[in-house]
Structures are given as C-alpha cells and as structure tokens.
T-cell receptor, first 107, second 112 residues
Framework: EDQVTQSPEALRLQEGESSSLNCSYT??????LFWYRQDPGKGPEFLFT???AGEEKEKERLKATLTKKESFLHITAPKPEDSATYLC????????FGKGNQVVVIP | EAQVTQNPRYLITVTGKKLTVTCSQN?????MSWYRQDPGLGLRQIYY???????DKGDVPEGYKVSRKEKRNFPLILESPSPNQTSLYFC???????????FGPGTRLLVL
C-alpha cells in the first residue's frame, strides 16, 4: 500500500532560521512526488514535482530533493510569509497524500 | 486565468437533504478528482474521473456520487448527507493521471 509520512508535524522557526521538512514514502513504482503549499482555508498550491532519485528543484527560498525513500523540502532563510502547511504526495498505483508539515515563521 | 472553481464555498445543511457541489475547470484537463480534508487525516480522495463518462472510486467513496458529462465539469453529489460528511472539500484537475494537480479553493460543508 502506498504510504506517505511527513515530519515534523509542526515546526516553529525564527525568521532567517533555515530548516528542512521530511517526506518519507513507500510506493510500488514511483510515478511522481509532489510538494504543495496550503494556507489556512485555501486549496493546496502546487510547488514542485520530482520524478527520480537525485532530482532537485528550487523556487525562491524553497528547494526540494528526492531519494529512493524520502524527499526533503529545504527552507532557506525563511520569512513570515513562508508560514503555511506543506503537503507531500506520491503517485504510485494511486495518489497518496501525507498529513502535512505545519510551519510557522516568527518575525 | 487558468483555474478550478467550486460552488458553493460554504454550505450548512441538515441530515438527509440532497446537495450538489459544483466543480469546473477551464484548462481542458482530462483528469478531475474530489478530495475531503479532515483534521489529523489529511487529504483523502473520494472519486476521480479520467475522462468524460469515466469515473472511479477513490479511498472514501461511501455516501458520495459523481458524474462527468462534460470535460470541464465534475459535480459532487451527496444524496443523503450525514454529520460525518462535515468536512472541507476540494476539487482538483490535471492534464492526466500522475500529472500535477491544480486545486480549487475548497467548499466547507457543515451537516447538522
């Protein structure tokens, strides 16, 4: 069964304090790993898609990496506007979402 | 502007009163899907559609129906809503299966 586990569940960061979010997965034949950002009460907003181990993608202060068992979302020098819940999803035989990493960046 | 729209955005209803939540996309996407999001459980797929007239069950289909008569629309139907269907619902679309999904703004449903 395809499964996704995200850690930590919640994270409080000082502005400028870099950190990483983890997404561990088990899937039968990875067909894509997706990162989304979700603000309270809003729909998930697409960030990145990764397809193979070793792949990396960047957007502003965010960088996503992928290995055969996990993905990391690195947040470099975060700002308060980076506060959100970050969702990881994997596509194997089905699309499975993790429960999210809730990030709060304190000014 | 490319987008997925849902209506209504907020809905309060009573047990047993049939309701429909509409979903429409203007990106000519083949694949559409409905999710519900509950605290501590994350996003769970209710139903999906790979093309017009092709729909299939997701992980939590009980109590829901869908139809896909047109490519752009994918309504979610609750024939007899119950309180355990109180949730935040999202519609999503993508070019195809396994491709990046784009989500609507959500519909918050309260069933009394």
């Amino acid at each position: 069964e395809d499964q996704v586990t995200q850690s930590p569940e919640a994270l409080r960061l000082q502005e400028g304090e870099s950190s990483s979010l983890n997404c561990s997965y088990t899937v039968s034949g990875l067909r894509g790993l997706f990162w989304y950002r979700q603000d309270p009460g809003k729909g998930p907003e697409f960030l990145f898609t990764l397809y193979s181990a070793g792949e990396e993608k960047e957007k502003e202060r965010l960088k996503a990496t992928l290995t055969k068992k996990e993905s990391f979302l690195h947040i470099t020098a975060p700002k308060p506007e980076d506060s959100a819940t970050y969702l990881c999803a994997v596509r194997g035989n089905r699309l499975a979402f993790g429960k999210g990493n809730q990030v709060v960046v304190i000014p | 502007e490319a987008q997925v729209t849902q209506n209504p955005r907020y809905l309060i209803t009573v047990t047993g009163k049939k309701l429909t939540v509409t979903c429409s996309q203007n990106m000519n996407h083949e694949y559409m899907s409905w999710y519900r999001q509950d605290p501590g459980l994350g996003l769970r797929q209710i139903y999906y559609s790979m093309n017009v007239e092709v729909t299939d069950k997701g992980d939590v289909p009980e109590g829901y129906k869908v139809s896909r008569k047109e490519k752009r629309n994918f309504p979610l139907i609750l024939e007899s809503p119950s309180p355990n269907q109180t949730s935040l619902y999202f519609c999503a679309s993508s070019v195809g299966v396994g491709e990046t999904q784009y989500f609507g703004p959500g519909t918050r449903l309260l069933v009394l």
